[in-house]
Structures are given as C-alpha cells and as structure tokens.
C-alpha cells in the first residue's frame, strides 16, 4: 500500500537555525498538511496545501514557517530561526480528495 | 469553530475486556469524523473514519464508532481488548483543517 514518508525522522538543530522537514506524499494524492504534535500534547493543523498554494492554516503558522512543493513528488516545511518550543514531532499528510488523510510517521524536531 | 473534546485523558481496561472511548464534537455542518490510534514513537493510525450515510461505522482492528447528531458524539468502542491496543487514540474532526482531540491514552492490564 502507498504511503507518506518523512525524513528524516529524527532532525537536531541549535536554537536559531533554519530547519527543512521533507515529505514524499502519496504520489496521485493533491491535498498536503503538516500537523505538529508537542511531546504528550494534542495533534496540531499547521497548513494545508492544494494546487500550489496554501488553502487553510492555523494561526500557529506564522511567518517562521513556510511550505513548499519544488517539485512533483516533494512538499516541505521550512522553519526559519528555529526557537525552543519548536520542539515537537511533526507530520506530514496527503489527501486525494481532502477527506481521507494518510499520515507519515512524523519526524521528531529537537531544538537545542 | 470546530473543535473536539475527549473527556478521559487516561483509561486502563482488563484484557478481555470492552472498551469505550469517548469523543464529542463541535462543528457548523455535517462533519467529518475520525478515529485515529497512535503507539509510542509511531505515526497516526487510521481506525474508522465517518462521512455519511450509516452511524455506526466499522474500523480496522475490531473497532467501531457511533455517530449520534443529538448528542454531538462520535464514540470509539471495542467489545474485547486486546493487550496490543495499548496505545494513545485520537478523535478528530474536519478535512482542510482537521482538528484532532487532546487523545485518550489506553492501559490495558493483563
């Protein structure tokens, strides 16, 4: 069965750098998320994606975060200036048709 | 807004037992509803899923769910667990946007 993978799955990064987490989504899937879940805390919508542009986020997503499909198996989160809190697992889904999310197995963020 | 409330943040059941985990929802429309289940250090599961159509809705694993309008509620239930079910279970609600629960962790005593 198709699924969505991350890389990588766990990402160390000091307090200020910028970060780029990488999805592969289900390739005829058009629908792409990232979702963020804080160790022991609820699962978090970040973004949603279609047709190359952003149709929904959450006022979580500010301006330190970006998403990007640069080509046509790829999407990613790009966090500038990474802080502290950033800290989290963050997943990646994908959508044929925005009711059915598949999700990767995340990719843990540390920020030192 | 949408939003969805799990009431019990942590359960502990016998093995062998059944199981009931309980979601409720907030939502302008007909929603869209999930069960999602989570082990350690692992991604989200799919369990179940709800659009339309019947309210009683079978999962992967021997779980169901029951949608009921009058009570905003969409319960996730099992009717013998077993002790690989262990795990962190996750209602949510939506599609753009989907918004998750805080989720209910689940012990299960041999």
């Known amino acids: 069965e198709p699924e969505v993978t991350q890389t990588p799955s766990h990402q160390v990064t000091q307090m200020g750098q910028e970060v780029i987490l990488r999805c592969v989504p289900i390739?005829?899937?058009?629908?792409f998320y990232w979702y963020r879940q804080i160790l022991g805390q609820k699962v978090e919508f970040l973004v949603s994606f279609y047709n190359n542009e952003i149709s929904e986020k959450s006022e979580i997503f500010d301006d330190q975060f970006s998403v990007e499909r640069p080509d046509g198996s790829n999407f990613t989160l790009k966090i500038r200036s990474t802080k502290l809190e950033d800290s989290a697992m963050y997943f990646c889904a994908s959508s044929l048709t925005a009711r059915d999310l598949h999700f990767g197995n995340g990719t843990r963020l540390t920020v030192t | 807004a949408q939003s969805v409330t799990q009431p019990d943040i942590h359960i502990t059941v016998s093995e062998g037992a059944s199981l009931e985990l309980r979601c409720n929802y907030s939502?302008?429309?007909?929603?869209?509803l999930f069960w999602y289940v989570q082990s350690p250090g692992q991604g989200l599961q799919l369990l179940l899923k709800y659009f339309s159509g019947d309210t009683l809705v079978q999962g992967i694993k021997g779980f169901e769910a029951e949608f009921k309008r009058s009570q905003s509620s969409f319960n996730l239930r099992k009717p013998s667990v077993h002790w690989s079910d262990a795990a962190e279970y996750f209602c949510?609600?939506?599609?753009?946007?989907?918004?998750f629960g805080a989720g209910t962790r689940l012990t299960v005593k041999p």
């Open positions: 939502y302008g429309a007909t929603p869209y």
């Open positions: 949510a609600v939506g599609a753009k946007d989907m918004r």
């Open positions: 390739s005829n899937h058009l629908y």
